[in-house]
């Protein structure tokens, strides 16, 4: 597996501001990557980190509202934008890594509250 | 796209008795099925996964059972103890390498 970190580990916010989360890894992955948990439910995938190039968003998420960036091979950022309290979540990363050509882990997450 | 149901949402158990969660899934090209366990304010864990050139695999007191033809897949965990306790994910991955999840089981292990 890779020790994945993420930060900030929590947040709380005011509306109409935007929060930058940063996920690190300590080892070469081929893929990162952006989950929502909102409260009580399951993983939403928000999109894929591409290295170098714009991600790749699921339906329902645009780029607008959630900036990826993925400088590099170990490191990826999420820019939650413009919040409202609906974006309260816990935000996770996930990598597959180098050699593994499906298994994903998990960040320890990011717990935003919206004001 | 993928669809994963899973079921039940909620399961309690006396210590001891063994658990089951189903899942069901929409897309047969789908070939990779991870179980993630999550335990309260932690990330989800891996805890099993099943390829689907194989139907069953067993980890300890861990198994999961596959079924290409319904498309269906299972967990079973079995002698549980209340540490068992946490909210149990199935996913589904396509070729695209996502993973779709289906909808989370909160199992309570009762000592």
């Known amino acids: 597996s890779a020790v994945i970190s993420q930060k900030p580990s929590r947040d709380i916010c005011q509306r109409g501001t935007s929060l930058t989360i940063q996920c690190q890894v300590d080892?070469?992955?081929?893929?990162m990557f952006w989950y929502r948990q909102q409260p009580g439910q399951s993983l939403t995938l928000i999109a894929t980190?591409?290295?170098?190039?714009?991600?790749?968003?699921e339906s329902g998420f645009v780029i607008d509202k959630f900036p990826i960036s993925r400088p590099n091979l170990t490191f990826s950022t999420l820019t939650v934008s413009n919040m409202s309290p609906e974006d309260s979540s816990i935000y996770l990363c996930?990598?597959?890594?180098?050699?593994?050509?499906?298994?994903?882990?998990f960040g320890p997450g990011t717990r935003l509250t919206v004001l | 796209g993928e669809n994963v149901e899973q079921h039940p949402s909620t399961l309690s158990v006396q210590e001891g008795d063994s658990a089951v969660i189903k899942c069901t899934y929409s897309?047969?090209?789908?070939?990779?099925f991870p179980w993630y366990k999550q335990e309260l304010g932690k990330r989800p864990q891996l805890i099993i996964d099943i390829r689907s050139n194989v139907g069953e695999k067993k980890d300890q007191r861990i198994a999961v059972t596959l079924n290409k033809t319904a498309k269906h897949f299972s967990l079973h965990i079995t002698e549980t103890q209340p540490e068992d306790s946490a909210v149990y994910f199935c996913?589904?991955?396509?070729?695209?390498?996502?993973?779709?999840f289906g909808g989370g089981t909160r199992l309570m292990v009762k000592p």
């Open positions: 897309d047969s090209a789908s070939n990779y």
């Open positions: 980190a591409n290295q170098g190039s714009e991600a790749t968003y």
């Open positions: 996930s990598v597959v890594v180098r050699g593994r050509t499906d298994t994903q882990y």
């Open positions: 996913a589904g991955h396509n070729a695209g390498n996502m993973l779709t």
């Open positions: 080892s070469q992955v081929t893929m």
